[in-house]
C-alpha cells in the first residue's frame, strides 16, 4: 500500500510547508500550521484513481467575435445591485465577507426573499444557525411570507444532492463557507483544506447548472477574508460588507467583480426593521455637521462610479508630551504623516508640537489621495481656529514639493456638490470639467490654501515658507 503523503498548510494564510513548525515564515502567525492530506490524496480519494485522463482537443475562439451581454437577475435591492455591476450574473460565484454581526445574513435574507417574492426560485443553506432563528429573523424583516426554500446543513454532499433533486434555483445562499465540510477532504470543517475544496465544489455547480451562488464567508481580526487567498480567485465577485459598530451605516463595497467595476459602494442604514438602501448618502453623510467648527471640510470624492461628499475632522491642540499624538480613524495615517509634514516643510505651518486627530465622519473609510487638499484644509482651519465656509468642497492630491496635482473624475464631483447645494469648490489647476457646476477656486500650491483659510497668518510659532517645484 503506498505511504499516504501530507504537508502542512497554514490556516491563517494557506501557505504549505514541508514541515511543522510554531510560527508560519509567510504571515508571521503563530500555532496556525496544520497537517493536511496532499492534493493527489484529495484528488484519489474523490476520482477513486490517481492515473492521468487524456486531454480533449479545446475549439480556439477570435477576439472580434460577437458576445451577448452577460444575462443579469435583479435582487430588487439597489445598493445590492449596484455592487455586483447591475444584478446577479447566473452561474456566476459571489463570496461576501464580513464582520461577526455586521449585517451580512440580514442582507442576504432580504436579498433572497426579494428574489423569490419577484418569482425566481430561491434556496438558503445555513450552517451556523438552526432552521428557526432564520425563521424567526425573517419574521422580524417582514420576510417570513417570501417563498425562500430553507435548509440547515453543513455537508457539501447533501446540498449538491438536494440542489441537484429539482430544476436549478435562481439564486443559492451558502452561509457559511467555513462551516461547510466535503467526504473527499481529510481535515476538520474551516481548515484551508476544507474552505478550499468545497468552495470547488459548489463553484462547479454554479458553472454547470446556471444558478448565481452567494458564498459567506468570516474575516480575520485585522478585517482581511478568513482562508486561502486561492478562494477569491476562484469566484466571480468579492464583497465585503463593512462599518461601524457605533454608526447605524453599513457599507457593501466591490473589491473584484469578472462581471462589473470594482470599488463600487452601496450603504445601507441598519434599522428596527433590517438594512433599508441609502439612495443619497452624501446627503446622509453631511446631515449632522457643524458648519460654526473650525476643523471640518467636506470632500468631494468617487466610490467607484459614485460621487460621494463626507465631512473630514480635524482637531490640532498643543500637546504636552514629548511624543504628540497622532489618532486617525478612516484614512490612511502614512498619508496623514506627509500631509502634516509638507505643510510644516513647503508652508512653514508648526504642528510638531501640536496633538492631530482626524476622522472621516460616518464611520466611512476613504483611500484615495484625492482627500489629501480636504485633509489640509481641515488641519489648517483647526489649528487657525477659523471655521471653513459652509458651502465649499474639496479635493485634490498634495505632492511632497507641496504643488496641488489634478485628480480623475472631476466633473462628476462638482456635479454632485452642486446637486447638494454647494456653491464653491477649491480644486487643483485644470481639474474642473464644463458643464455646470459650482464656482471653481483653483490652487497651485499648497501655501496658497494656508494664505486663503488663514491670511493674518497664525499667532505662535511661525516661520518661513519654502516654495517646491515638481
Known amino acids: 500500500m503506498a505511504r499516504r503523503e501530507s504537508h502542512f498548510v497554514c490556516q491563517n494564510c494557506g501557505a504549505v510547508h514541508t514541515r511543522w513548525t510554531g510560527k508560519c515564515d509567510a504571515c508571521g502567525e503563530w500555532n496556525t500550521i496544520v497537517e493536511e492530506a496532499s492534493a493527489a490524496d484529495i484528488m484519489t480519494a474523490a476520482t477513486g484513481k490517481a492515473a492521468r485522463t487524456k486531454g480533449r482537443r479545446l475549439s480556439l475562439a477570435r477576439l472580434d467575435e460577437p458576445v451577448a451581454e452577460a444575462p443579469r437577475i435583479l435582487t430588487g435591492i439597489g445598493e445590492f445591485d449596484r455592487v455586483t455591476g447591475g444584478g446577479l450574473v447566473p452561474g456566476s460565484a459571489v463570496l461576501i465577507g464580513g464582520d461577526p454581526g455586521i449585517g451580512k445574513s440580514t442582507l442576504l435574507l432580504q436579498a433572497t426573499a426579494a428574489l423569490a417574492r419577484a418569482g425566481h426560485a430561491t434556496v438558503y443553506v445555513t450552517g451556523e444557525e438552526a432552521t428557526a432563528q432564520v425563521q424567526l429573523r425573517a419574521r422580524r424583516l417582514g420576510a417570513d411570507t417570501a417563498p425562500v426554500s430553507l435548509a440547515t446543513e453543513t455537508s457539501v454532499e447533501s446540498i449538491l444532492e438536494t440542489l441537484g433533486a429539482g430544476p436549478p434555483p435562481a439564486l443559492v445562499v451558502i452561509d457559511s463557507i467555513q462551516t461547510l465540510h466535503t467526504s473527499i477532504a481529510e481535515a476538520s470543517p474551516g481548515t484551508v ?120 475632522q480635524a482637531l490640532v491642540a498643543p500637546s504636552r508630551l514629548g511624543t504628540p499624538r497622532r489618532a486617525v480613524i478612516g484614512w490612511d495615517a502614512s498619508r496623514l504623516s506627509m500631509v502634516l509634514a509638507v505643510l510644516e516643510a513647503r508652508c512653514g505651518l508648526v504642528l510638531s508640537g501640536h496633538d492631530i ?81 459650482p464656482a471653481v477656486s483653483e490652487v497651485a500650491l499648497l501655501v496658497d490654501l494656508v494664505h486663503r483659510i488663514a491670511p493674518n497668518g497664525f499667532a505662535e510659532d511661525r516661520h518661513g515658507p519654502s516654495s517646491g517645484d515638481d
Open 193 to 312: 483544506t476544507q474552505v478550499r475544496a468545497s468552495a470547488q465544489a459548489l463553484i462547479r455547480y454554479a458553472k454547470l447548472s446556471g444558478a448565481a451562488v452567494i458564498l459567506v464567508g468570516h474575516v480575520t481580526k485585522d478585517g482581511q477574508l478568513a482562508g486561502p487567498r486561492v478562494v477569491e480567485h476562484m469566484v466571480d465577485a468579492v464583497l465585503t460588507f463593512e462599518g461601524d459598530p457605533s454608526h447605524a451605516f453599513r457599507l457593501l463595497r466591490g473589491v473584484k467583480n469578472r462581471f462589473g467595476p470594482t470599488d463600487e459602494l452601496g450603504v445601507f442604514e441598519m434599522t428596527s426593521g433590517g438594512l433599508a438602501e441609502v439612495s443619497n448618502p452624501s446627503e446622509l453623510f453631511l446631515g449632522e455637521r457643524d458648519v460654526s467648527s473650525p476643523g471640518a471640510a467636506v470632500f468631494a470624492g468617487m466610490e467607484g462610479t459614485r460621487p460621494l461628499l463626507v465631512e473630514i
Open 357 to 437: 486627530y482626524l476622522a472621516v465622519a460616518g464611520g466611512l473609510r476613504i483611500q484615495e489621495p484625492a482627500a489629501d487638499l480636504a485633509v489640509a484644509a481641515a488641519l489648517i482651519s483647526s489649528r487657525a481656529g477659523i471655521a471653513l465656509p459652509p458651502d465649499i468642497v474639496y479635493f485634490g492630491e498634495v505632492s511632497l514639493s507641496g504643488r496641488v496635482r489634478a485628480v480623475p473624475h472631476s466633473p462628476g464631483r462638482l456635479r454632485e456638490a452642486l446637486k447638494l447645494g454647494f456653491t464653491g469648490a477649491i480644486i487643483p489647476p485644470q481639474a474642473g470639467g464644463e458643464g455646470a457646476g
